[in-house]
């Protein structure tokens, strides 16, 4: 196994003694099929132990390594080294508060996770004796995409209209209410449209298509937001145009 | 341990130079002023014909100015990303699902480039082209 000396560039920020961030250089021993995040943590062990970030799975699954290198939001566990040439700069996730280095404040996130309920509502309860709700594989076919996203906000820190209108819902609160409205057995859209529908719901899009560029998973979050813009412009049309159809 | 996020300013006017991608997304969007001005054009067009041959004429002739044609050229090169941008993105928008599977991008995105190419053909024979 080959080893060269990497560069980072990683940007500090200690919220206790510093007035705004600053960046830091270390040089660190790395082998030839390292991630970023390997790097990360052989700094951490045997340069700079006070290094802050989050991390769990280093295998693209839990989507706590979401970091900015080379100004790209990227999962730090999927970043290879080798793709990149000179000094590799590390930041915290971009239109998200900086809590400390590399870990970032991620309530405005959760929140608005919470606000598009993204579980099953379904349409009508039935006792578990009469057992599951059935669905083809078609019907799952047809939302399967939307539940690859790992909440690790990529999307997010891609997206221009979060960073400069920070009430957008954004894009992988929306492509989840997108699943489970397209979700045979479900029947909540009506209560998902109340946030998705809305000015800071699909109207603060303006179809950059950052986000689904950069989903480590390929959710296409750009995608379910332009079907959702249809699907509420016809309910529109339905309503005032049509109010004897029934939506 | 005191709790103080830091909150990074986003430029409001330079963010778009920050990522390439982002330029390209402006430039998509700055392409619809030159399809909104070339309308306008149009309509202009539409009242001098509407005055007579001699208003008509002198359109005509306007057109051939040397600032008349760097316009046209210009608009004809927005128009072109614009149209391709926009169709290259209609997957995302438009899914078709025929049975368990989803048509293939391209076949959607064709259908567009069908459908421009038809109307553009009708447009013609209206025109009397054919
Ligand atoms: S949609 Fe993609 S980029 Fe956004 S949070 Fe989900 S997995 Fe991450």
Redesign the interface.
Known sequence: MSERVVELEVLR?N??TDS??HFQRYSVSCEEEWVVLDALNKIKETIDPTLSYRWSCHMAVCGSCGMMVN??PKLACKAFLRTFDGVIRVEPL??F???RDLVT?IDDFVMKLKRVKPYLIPKQDKPVSEGEYLQT??EL??YKQYTLCINCMLCYAAC?EY??IPNYIGPAAIALAHRYNQDSRDGGRDERQEEIAATEGVWDC?????C??VCPEHV?P??AI??V??KSMVDWYKEHLMPWVKK | MSRRPYVREIPKFRWFFRQPRYLRYMARELSCLFIGAYALMMVWGSKQLADGPATWGAFLERLHSPSSIAFHVLALGFALYHTITWFNLTPKALPVQVGGEFVPDGVIVGAHYVGWGLLSLAVLYFAGAF
Do not use: M, N, R, T
């Not at chain 1, 303006?206 to 950052?210: E, H, I, L, R």
């Open positions: 920020y919220p206790e705004e961030p100004g790209e971009a239109h508060p900086i809590e404040v594989p078609a076919k047809k221009p960073g400069l303006s179809f950059v298509g950052a689904s560029e296409d750009a995608g332009q079907q813009k249809i």
